[in-house]
């Protein structure tokens, strides 16, 4: 078996660059191997939103579904690499030239050399997709798009960004590492946690070349 696996997440630990007043990420020992006690217990606390995560239509929409009702399909299978080059927007422009047959599509840009330094100061500038850029992918019948940064949509682009590809049930995956990885075809497995009532998950997202 030659096939290449490619780990697209990002390490999650305190010091990870995080949204702006976003609660980020903290870990507590609940119990230490220590004497009489045999085992390490941890407990964490995160925004769902942190690091490598998935978003359901619940974050924008207040009737949409939750994580734990989130179609695996979606999550799993043939997916598009597209390299964006120095981009500073995913516009329109941008999206008319993905293949018309793909379903799962991860937009690699140069915010991915940002993830040199996992715990670099937040970009504002990073690059994200624009409402009518996302409008014209809520239309191509997609299960999934990625971003390599914190958000789908840019710093100050309108939340339309969301809703426009929420809407049209499209899954969203944010915080991906796109550094090793070239354009082309790939089979994406992206698993996030089955959180009920909850409009987002971390997850583990890799890329297998064959």
């Known amino acids: ?34 004497g009489e006690i045999e085992a390490n217990v941890t407990k964490i606390e ?18 949409g579904d939750d994580m734990s009702t989130m179609p695996l399909r979606k999550l799993v299978g043939k997916c598009y690499v597209m390299d964006c080059g120095e981009a500073s927007v995913i516009s329109a422009e941008v999206v008319q030239h993905l293949p018309k047959n ?3 599509i991860l937009f690699k840009t140069k915010n991915s050399q940002l993830w040199e330094d996992p715990s670099h100061v ?26 390599d940064y914190l958000s789908i949509q840019g710093y100050k682009e309108h939340n ?4 426009n590809l929420l ?19 790939y089979d994406l497995y ?13 997850c583990r997202a890799i890329l297998i070349k064959k």
């Open 190 to 202: 992206c698993l996030p946690i089955k959180l009920q009532h909850i409009e987002a998950a971390p």
């Open 122 to 147: 937040f970009k504002e500038d990073f690059v994200g997709i624009d409402a009518l850029g996302a409008a014209m992918l809520a239309k191509m019948n997609l299960d999934l798009v990625g971003v």
């Open 46 to 63: 995160m925004d769902v939103h942190f690091g490598t995560h998935v978003d359901a239509p619940l974050h924008f929409l207040a009737e």
């Open 160 to 163: 339309d960004t969301h809703r």
């Open 102 to 104: 793909a379903q799962k």
């Open 1 to 34: 078996m030659n096939d290449k696996i490619i780990d697209i997440s990002v390490k999650v630990t305190s010091s990870l660059v995080k949204w702006p007043d976003s609660f980020g990420f903290a870990t507590e020992p609940m119990l230490e191997i220590a």
């Open 167 to 185: 809407e049209a049930n499209v899954v969203l995956l944010e915080g991906i590492d796109l550094r090793e990885v070239d354009k082309g075809w």
